[in-house]
DNA sequence: CCTTATTGACTGCCTGGTCAGTTATTAGTA
DNA sequence: TACTAATAACTGACCAGGCAGTCAATAAGG
């Protein structure tokens, strides 16, 4: 019956089936209210095996946000490139790209609630995703934002000072959901577009980009 | 020793002492982790003393959060009168306020933590606050953007569709705040006079109210 | 002395963590 | 191929501590 290696491979499956229980329970019910026996159950394994793999359930909590953050880490690699072309259209590509993330997506979503959730518990995680995820973003948008202004794009605002302000509706859309759950969720494409509306009224400061702020030699 | 009517003053006095001790705990350690010793603890009293005021721990909590939320209620009831001058004012005046309550004021900071964290507890206690207490203001905002474009101070734009747009920037400087501590917090009066600058430009379509759209007898 | 708010010791359950034992697989031997 | 020994993954019964909830006893007013 047995293939041959196939406990060798459970041995490499295992941490992954744990983990991906143990994110299911504690999105559900937060760490604390979270029962070993029930991750089991949910990886068709036994709470010993558990601790074959990880030494505590402190440690695999920390476990599983680690892996279950890892998408929102690579994608960031893509918005730290030199800007090129329009910074509007970087910012559309950027928003897309981080609501189908963020708000769609229901691990990424759920990866939020608990960093909310368990931050007295977990201080280092939340700082270690500010320091590596949420504050290099910020970054690179204020880079993003600076090269618009650079351009004669946009218009000097506070968005330079708070990036944050661009990202907001996202966010916003984040915890909705989180909230609300996906019956009461804001419709997405429309929604983000008319973020992007906004956004872009906002920075170039009129319904097209006033010709009064751009110079014609710097416009790509 | 005892001034007369104290026993009487106290047997009023304990139950708003007791939860503005489980406030302090839940809003630390969530639902689950937190131990009633230590709510007792804070209050100055004994577990069995909790006992005599609140049936259980869970009715505990749903007394506090009802509490603790009354102050978003009442501030509600300011938006939802009939619109009177510029729009752009009463935008104005409302995050103001709402700034103040929800990234400002602690209380109503951990309220949100608390609701995002034990939805799938208490699912009636969040779909409460949706209820009578979000959902209303993004009717109410709906008005005043509608309001701003018949007067023709505001062109058509997502936010008539989608309010939710307006107070995104609260919402993340209060799920920012909350994350990352009162250290990493954003600067509040420049933060907010950001993002109602940026409004504005959204809203209006131009760096100052386009003339074409407004009507002279209109203006405020 | 009666009333009543409060106590604190107690109970029973629950759950994180342990570990001796079981079972499946592979290696070795003839 | 058949049998045995060695190994490694896994189990499940168990313990110890912690905590929600109880209640007879206490003591502070009036």
Known sequence: MAVAGQRRRRKEER???????????????????????DVAARAGITKGTIYLYFPSKEDLFLATMQEMSRPSREHLAALTAAPQGSAMTILRTHFAFEYAQMVEDRRTREIIRMLLAEVSRFPDLVERWRAEVIGPEVEALRRVVRYGIERGEFRPSAAEEFPHLLFAPVIMACTWRLMFGDDHAIDGPAYLAGHLDLLERGLTGGSRPNPSLQTAGLSE
Chains 1, 2 share one sequence.
């Open 15 to 37: 941490p992954g089936e744990i983990v991906e229980a143990a994110f299911e329970e504690f999105a559900r019910s937060g760490f604390a209210a979270t029962k070993l026996d």
